[in-house]
C-alpha cells in the first residue's frame, strides 16, 4: 500500500465524504459479492460522466447475468469526481476502475494505475497514441475519441462564392471571412459567430484554440509535456483570434457577454458561415433542424506546420484507469469486463451510443457527420491535431488565458498581457503544481 498517498489522500477523502453521499448508484449486485464460482473477482467503476448513468447500470446489469460477475457502478455527482474518487480509493473496497482526464490528471493518480501494456484491452486499441504512458507503462487506454475544428455552414459557403476545396489554409480561411465580412450587408451573414467569453463558451478558446500553438511547439521539440511553454506559436494564435473577433455577428468589445448558446443559434439560424466547435455539437445542430447536406467541419488553420497534411483536432481527456491496489481477481475481473465492452456487440453500441466514438478495433459505427469528416482526412493522409491542452498546468491558468483574451478583444488589454498570461502564468502555474 502506498502509505504516503493514502496518508495524503485521507485529509480529502473527510471533505469529501459528505459530498459523495447519495451522489451516485449501484447495481443491483454487492460490491462484496463473489463471482459464480467463488473465484472470478469483482468490478467496482467509479464513473465520471453522469449522463451516462443509467446506461452503465444497465451494461453492468447484463455483464453480471452473462458471466456471473458483480459490477457496480457508482457515479460521481457532477465536478465531484476527484473529491470522491480521494475518498474512495482509500477505503477497503476501493474502486478497481477509475479515471484520469491526461497526464496532468495522471500525476495525482499514477501510483494506483496498473499496468496495461499486455492486457487484452490494451490490444483491442486501434492505435497506441490512444494510451496514456507514465514512462514505459501503459497507465490509462482512451476510451472515447472526439474532434474538434471550424464547423461550417456550406450553403451559406457557397452562397458567397465558395466551396470547401477553397480553404485548405489559415490564408485561406482569412482571404474567405474577410470577403465574406466585406459583403455581409450584401450577403446577409457574418462569417464566424461569436467568440463569446462568458463561462459557457470561453473554454473554446482558452483551451481548445489555445491547444494549437502548443501543439505545433510540441511537434517542433518533440515533446509531450513542459515546464515552460516557450510560445514560439503565439503570433500564430493572435492571427487566428483577430480573424474571428474581427469577422463575427458582434463587436469584439460585446464578447465578455457572449455564451455559447448564443454562437450555437447564430449558426443554426444562419447568421454566419463558420463555428468552432466540436463533435459532439453535431447532435445539437441536427435537433436544431440542420441537415449533413449543410454542415461540414475542417481543421482549425493558424498558418503553422504543414497544412496541406492537417487533420482535425482529435483525441481525449477520457482515459479509463485500473486499480493496481486492487487483488489479482479483482484486476483481471475489471480487465475481463472491458474488454468485453469494447469487443461485444452489446458493449460496443452502448458506448457509442452514449458516450461517443471509442477507439477499439471493434467499435460500433456512427452516423456523426463530423466524425466521418475527422475519418475522411485520416484516411487521405491528413495527420490529425492531438489534444495537448491535457498538459496545460492549471485552471487558473485557463482563466488567466481567458482574462487576457477577453480584455485584449475589449481593447482593455495589449496582446502582450496574452502573451504573459500564457507564458509566463505557465511556468508559474506549472511550479505550483509541482512543489
Known amino acids: 500500500m502506498k502509505m504516503k498517498k493514502v496518508l495524503a489522500l485521507g485529509l480529502i477523502a473527510m471533505m469529501a465524504a459528505a459530498t459523495f453521499a447519495g451522489c451516485g448508484s449501484k447495481s443491483s449486485d454487492s460490491a462484496s459479492a463473489d463471482g459464480a464460482d467463488g473465484s472470478k473477482g469483482q468490478v467496482y467503476y467509479l464513473n465520471f460522466k453522469p449522463e451516462a448513468d443509467e446506461a452503465w447500470q444497465e451494461i453492468a446489469k447484463q455483464y453480471t447475468d452473462e458471466t456471473g460477475v458483480p459490477v457496480t457502478v457508482i457515479t460521481a455527482a457532477s465536478g465531484t469526481y476527484e473529491e470522491t474518487l480521494s475518498s474512495e480509493i482509500i477505503k477497503d473496497e476501493a474502486p478497481t476502475l477509475f479515471q484520469v482526464n491526461g497526464p496532468v490528471g495522471l500525476a495525482n493518480w499514477k501510483d494506483y494505475c496498473y499496468d ?31 474532434s474538434y475544428g471550424i464547423i461550417v455552414n456550406t450553403k451559406l459557403l457557397e452562397q458567397a462564392g465558395y466551396s470547401l ?19 455581409k450587408d450584401e450577403l446577409g451573414f457574418s462569417a464566424f459567430t461569436s467568440a463569446g467569453m462568458d463561462g459557457s463558451s470561453d473554454w473554446r478558446f482558452k483551451t481548445h484554440l489555445a491547444n494549437l500553438p502548443i501543439y505545433f511547439e510540441y511537434q517542433d521539440k518533440g515533446i509531450d509535456s513542459t515546464d515552460a511553454i516557450e510560445g514560439k506559436y503565439l503570433d500564430n494564435y493572435k492571427a487566428i483570434w483577430d480573424l474571428y473577433i474581427n469577422n463575427a455577428t458582434c463587436a469584439p468589445a460585446d464578447l465578455a457577454g457572449k455564451t455559447g448558446d448564443d454562437a450555437e443559434n447564430e449558426f443554426a439560424e444562419g447568421q454566419a458561415v463558420f463555428y468552432q466547435n466540436g463533435s459532439w455539437e ?3 445542430l441536427t435537433d436544431k433542424g440542420m441537415t ?29 484507469c485500473v486499480n493496481s491496489e486492487a487483488s489479482e ?42 466524425v466521418l469528416n475527422d475519418r475522411d482526412y485520416t484516411e487521405n493522409g491528413k495527420t490529425p491535431v492531438s489534444w495537448n491542452f491535457t498538459t496545460m498546468p492549471s485552471e487558473e ?10 480584455a485584449y478583444a475589449a481593447g482593455t488589454g495589449s496582446w502582450d498581457d496574452v502573451v504573459a498570461a500564457f507564458v509566463d502564468g505557465w511556468a508559474s502555474e506549472y511550479a505550483a503544481a509541482n512543489n
Open 282 to 284: 453535431y447532435a445539437n
Open 292 to 320: 449533413d447536406d449543410e454542415l461540414a467541419m475542417i481543421p482549425i488553420y493558424i498558418g503553422a506546420g504543414d497544412e496541406a497534411k492537417q487533420g482535425l483536432c482529435t483525441g481525449t481527456e477520457n482515459y479509463w
Open 397 to 406: 491558468w485557463k482563466n488567466g488565458v481567458g482574462s487576457a483574451l477577453t
Open 329 to 370: 481477481e479483482d484486476i483481471q475481473a475489471t480487465i475481463d469486463f472491458l474488454t468485453w465492452m469494447v469487443t461485444s456487440e452489446a458493449g460496443t453500441k452502448m458506448l457509442s451510443e452514449q458516450i461517443g466514438v471509442i477507439p477499439f478495433k471493434n467499435a460500433a459505427d456512427t452516423t456523426n457527420l463530423f
Open 165 to 183: 476545396e477553397d480553404i485548405a489554409s489559415f490564408d485561406d480561411l482569412k482571404k474567405v471571412a474577410e470577403d465574406i465580412t466585406a459583403r
Open 116 to 146: 496495461l501494456k499486455d492486457s487484452s484491452l490494451y490490444n483491442e486499441l486501434t492505435s497506441d497514441s490512444y494510451a496514456l504512458y507514465d514512462g514505459d507503462a501503459v497507465a490509462g487506454v482512451a476510451y472515447v475519441i472526439e
